[in-house]
């Protein structure tokens, strides 16, 4: 079991910059990969971008330049640096980590309880 624990959201003004955290209670260099969603209001969960075992990145287009996904295995925890914020980045941040069992297979999902990030003039 592996819990995970985001912070760092908040109140930001249009064209700013936050950066998110995701703590991990157990180790992240045996996660398969992790990633970041984000859910706005009335809206489904949507995949922000994500970082596998090895540091390959990927972003959704609508992120793509602003944001990185970065991951420090030393002191279990993920990153989300986001830069040029925009009003529609409005949305509550979850990260997400996926390992899968070396014997059997299985895949194991952990999810954060989230971090709401507001832009807003």
């Known amino acids: 079991q592996v819990q995970l624990v985001e912070s760092g959201g908040g109140l930001v003004q249009p064209g700013g910059s936050l950066r998110l955290s995701c703590a991990a209670s157990g180790s992240i260099s045996s996660a398969n990969a992790m990633g970041w969603y984000r859910q706005a209001p009335g809206k489904e969960r949507e995949l922000v971008g994500a970082i596998t075992s090895g540091g390959r990145t990927s972003y959704a287009d609508s992120v793509k330049g602003r944001f990185t996904i970065s991951r420090d295995n030393a002191k279990k925890t993920m990153y989300l640096q986001m830069l040029a914020l925009k009003p529609e980045d409005t949305a509550v941040y979850y990260c997400?980590?996926?390992?899968?069992?070396?014997?059997?297979?299985?895949?194991?999902?952990?999810w954060g309880q989230g971090t709401q990030v507001t832009v807003s003039q």
């Open positions: 997400n980590a996926q390992y899968i069992a070396a014997l059997s297979g299985k895949l194991y999902d952990y």
